[in-house]
């Protein structure tokens, strides 16, 4: 298998890895509640899910 025969430079490094950042999880408000939720779960303040009750949350 080839080997690279010439180096990067620093600036070809640093290029590629500029693209490796967070992102901001897609939130979605909840049709029952109004809360910010992850889209396609259950949300976890009531516990609806795609218009029905699927958890039983506990208050304490």
């Known amino acids: 298998m080839a080997n690279p ?3 990067h430079t620093k600036s070809r490094r640093d ?3 500029a693209n490796w950042k967070g992102q901001i999880p897609n939130l979605s408000l909840c049709p029952e509640c109004n809360e910010p939720k992850l889209s396609h779960r259950v949300c976890p303040n009531c516990g609806s ?3 029905r009750k699927v958890l039983e ?3 304490k």
Do not use: M, S
Request: glycine share 8%.
């Open 57 to 59: 949350i506990v208050e």
């Open 5 to 7: 025969t010439h180096r």
């Open 15 to 17: 290029k590629r890895r």
């Open 49 to 51: 899910y795609n218009g």
